[in-house]
């Protein structure tokens, strides 16, 4: 199993930026990938960014120039740096990990709000 726990989140004007971090119970490099995901009311649960332990990056169109998604293997932090933030990114982030043999585990979330 593998505790996530996010931090880093909250109010910013359209425009600014954000640094979400999430820390893993364990060694990150035993886990398959990571990613973070958001949820608004209403509609699904949407990938932002993902990072495999092999250092590979993924991201949705929507974020792609404005998010980096990045790994500290020393403090087993995964972080999701976030520029020039829309009011369209104002939702729930959530820090998911994938673990070959076990499953996935998420985090509890952390709120980003962003005004216009």
């Known amino acids: 199993q593998v505790q996530l726990v996010e931090s880093g989140g909250g109010l910013v004007q359209a425009g600014g930026s954000l640094r979400l971090s999430c820390a893993a119970s364990r060694n990150i490099f035993s886990i398959n990938a990571i990613g973070w995901y958001r949820q608004v009311p209403g509609k699904q649960r949407e990938l932002v960014a993902r990072?495999?332990?092999?250092?590979?990056?993924n991201y949705a169109d929507s974020v792609k120039g404005r998010f980096t998604i990045s790994r500290d293997n020393a403090k087993n932090t995964v972080n999701l740096q976030m520029n020039s933030l829309k009011p369209e990114d104002t939702a729930i982030y959530y820090c998911?990990?994938?673990?070959?043999?076990?499953?996935?585990?998420w985090g509890q979330g952390t709120q980003v709000t962003v005004s216009s």
């Open positions: 998911n990990a994938e673990v070959v043999l076990s499953g996935t585990y």
């Open positions: 990072i495999t332990n092999g250092g590979t990056t």
